[in-house]
């Protein structure tokens, strides 16, 4: 695999939703005893995702592209499982661009990954709100 080019990566963000309602249909469908059981994963994703950007941050800062790489490898896992897809595919790119060792490029998808989150956010909380 080699490192995508701005505009392919671009297109392949575009293809992918910023939540996928067949992961929220099914998180919804779970049964969860009392409460919202994809609100409480919603709360848990976006606290863990705040300190998963500053992880990154900080391994691009002391260039230690294993803590970048471990960092984006987690966020790209918890990003699919909350079908939160837009973030799941930059950071899958992070960790290939680490891997690949050009921290550089991969810290300028950081940036990136942060203004996508808080769009996702945004749709998050639409999520909720739907459900009432």
Same mark, same amino acid.
Not at 40 to 69: N, P, W
Not at 85 to 105: D, F, V
């Given at each position: 695999?080699?490192?995508?080019?701005?505009?392919?990566?671009?297109?392949? &963000?575009?293809?992918?939703?910023?939540?996928?309602?067949?992961?929220?249909?099914?998180?919804?469908?779970?049964?969860?005893?009392?409460?919202?059981?994809?609100?409480?994963?919603?709360?848990?994703?976006?606290?863990?995702?705040?300190?998963?950007?500053?992880?990154?941050?900080?391994?691009?800062?002391?260039?230690?592209?294993?803590?970048?790489?471990?960092?984006?490898?987690?966020?790209?896992?918890?990003?699919?499982?909350?079908?939160?897809?837009?973030?799941?595919?930059?950071?899958?790119?992070?960790?290939?661009?680490?891997?690949?060792?050009?921290?550089?490029?991969?810290?300028?998808?950081?940036?990136?990954?942060?203004?996508?989150?808080?769009?996702?956010?945004?749709?998050? &909380?639409?999520?909720?709100?739907?459900?009432?």
């Amino acid at each position: 695999m080699s490192e995508k080019s701005d505009s392919t990566l671009d297109d392949d &963000i575009a293809d992918q939703p910023l939540l996928d309602k067949r992961v929220i249909e099914g998180i919804r469908n779970l049964k969860s005893g009392r409460g919202g059981l994809l609100s409480r994963l919603f709360a848990v994703y976006r606290s863990q995702s705040v300190r998963l950007f500053a992880d990154i941050a900080a391994g691009l800062e002391h260039g230690d592209a294993e803590a970048v790489r471990v960092g984006a490898h987690t966020l790209k896992s918890g990003s699919a499982q909350v079908g939160a897809m837009q973030i799941a595919a930059l950071a899958k790119e992070i960790e290939y661009r680490t891997g690949e060792n050009n921290l550089a490029s991969a810290g300028e998808l950081l940036a990136r990954i942060e203004e996508t989150f808080r769009r996702t956010e945004k749709e998050m &909380i639409r999520q909720l709100e739907e459900m009432g």
